[in-house]
């Protein structure tokens, strides 16, 4: 960790961000769908060119760096969306990224991360190998910059343009101020951004079965990890074991009780945003509507549901589809 | 054919279209892919609230009656995607619809369709049953209004607003005007708005393999219709035997030749769409894309591709998913 890790997250670097992000990035849209005769409004995050939100923190953090901090190279930690945004950023600045992902990982992420030009070093997750101890490694022999995925201000400040963004074009389409913002959450990096961008808003963090950390952190009022015997789970994007103090002193005061999918939630939403949407969701991208069609939170004509990515294998959505349950 | 059918569509019409339409319906997004190390844009008519860019036609149609056509309710024909644009207005305008639908349409539109309040007819596609004779027959009993699917001006310049909202999009963005307007062609309704909307971009229509009335016609100059042995396709929505009058006056003189896709063509693009754009995009929706990836279309950075519509069954699309051809 550098000195400039240890300033928190800001709703001013939020706004920065927006600005910055503004110059290349059009809005993704925002949705209208109906949940049981209740409108509710869905960010399509899943529309960015990388097919997630993560490119928002990886430009916001990657264009503030230094130039002496941008000829050292960048290392991020993923299991495949913020890898794609970090070598998104790194490509367009000009910057080297060397990306740690799960041996696991969808294919089509760890192609599409090797494709935008990053070198990708494969851990195992699996077998329960330390990614933050590997990717530790390589920054201290490449004297690189480490780009957490979740425990970094720029990264939540990014991900929190998430909503202003999405408040935005709800005043300019006279629908009022979201009252609540349904997301799905990893380690907390986007709650943690919603969090601060919508200081009037209901923030509500959605884990998936058996990886619900923060779920049980909110509840505890202190962090917790998942057991050693976390089941296998579709939503590599939110299988994250602890959340971190960062995010958690955003979160602990703010959030909603977490809320927790199951599989058959998140395969029904992934259904439900082919057929309605015409969008195809990743199933950590889905987990947020799984919560809202399975009636886990309350909903409102107000209510914002992100979706969050939507990099998934063609064989795996395949399956989705054919399932019914 | 009532009097104010004999009317020709207008560029006044697109702009006032428009502007009714921008009270309610959000733009589409117009995305970035690269093919070939070359930008293009896709516009995103499959994330209209029916799924397609039917209902920008429909909405200038019915929203322009009078109270007493209104009265009498409006018959349309369709294989579903303005059927469903059809209903979707005219359940907002409190008007009673009913739509002429083949029997062999995909289930989603025609459970879509019913969704909307919309009374549902089925003809005998396969049978060779004309639908024009089906809908003038229920026109007459019902006393209602006939809204042609193409050669109708309201329909032309409805979907005429595809190409203003494009150009307004990439003005906005520094890219500059369009050169170059590729689009899904049935009967030629989007075409002919698009090459009225858009007077300095080359128009190219796209047709699947063995319904390609439109290329031979703008070949022939003159209306030809496809043989009676025409394939089966996938791109229902583009099953269209021929081109209207009204359409084809626009075209003869503005139109670049016609372009023809073939089945594996199609499904190939449908699978760039999943993994690039994470769009779910029906056969009919994919085919200027398709003609874009296979290089038979010149592509520069201003050139536009309309991604016409993403209503398809989920078992249909896991097969397209599924298939390496």
Chains 1, 2 share one sequence.
């Not at 760890?110 to 920054?139: H, K, S």
């Amino acid at each position: 960790m550098t000195a400039q890790h240890l300033r928190a997250p800001a709703p001013e670097g939020i706004a920065r961000a927006t600005a910055k992000l503004a110059d290349f990035l059009p809005e993704t849209p925002l949705l209208e769908i109906a949940i049981g005769g209740q409108t509710v409004w869905c960010k399509a995050e899943c529309l960015q060119p990388v097919g997630a939100f993560k490119i928002r923190g990886a430009w916001h953090r990657l264009s503030d760096l230094t130039d002496q901090e941008r000829a050292r190279g960048v290392v991020g930690v993923s299991s495949g969306n913020h890898a794609q945004g970090v070598a998104w950023a790194a490509r367009r600045l000009g910057i080297a990224a060397t990306i740690v992902m799960p041996s696991d990982a969808p294919a089509v992420k760890l192609a599409n991360t090797r494709a935008l030009g990053a070198q990708v070093v494969l851990y195992d997750r699996p077998g329960g190998e330390d990614r933050d101890e590997v990717a530790a490694r390589i920054c201290a022999e490449q004297s690189a910059v480490l780009v957490h995925a979740f425990a970094d201000p720029w990264i939540i400040e990014g991900q929190g343009t998430v909503g202003l963004e999405a408040a935005r074009q709800m005043a300019q389409r006279g629908i009022g101020a979201p009252t609540r913002i349904v997301a799905p959450c990893g380690g907390g990096g986007l709650s943690a951004g919603l969090a601060l961008a919508l200081p009037d808003a209901e923030i509500v963090p959605v884990e998936p079965e058996g990886w619900d950390d923060m779920a049980r952190s909110l509840a505890a009022g202190k962090i917790l990890s998942v057991g050693k015997d976390a089941p296998p789970t579709a939503c590599d994007a939110l299988q994250t074991p602890a959340t971190r103090e960062i995010n958690f002193a955003v979160l602990k005061d703010r959030a909603s009780p977490g809320l927790v999918v199951t599989p058959t939630e998140v395969r029904r939403a992934q259904r439900f945003a082919f057929s309605e949407l015409r969008l195809v969701v990743e199933p950590g991208g889905a987990a947020a509507l799984a919560a809202a069609l399975s009636g886990k939170v309350a909903l409102d004509g107000r209510t914002v549901i992100v979706l969050s990515g939507g990099n998934t294998d063609p064989a795996a959505f395949a399956r989705v589809l054919a399932s019914d349950n």
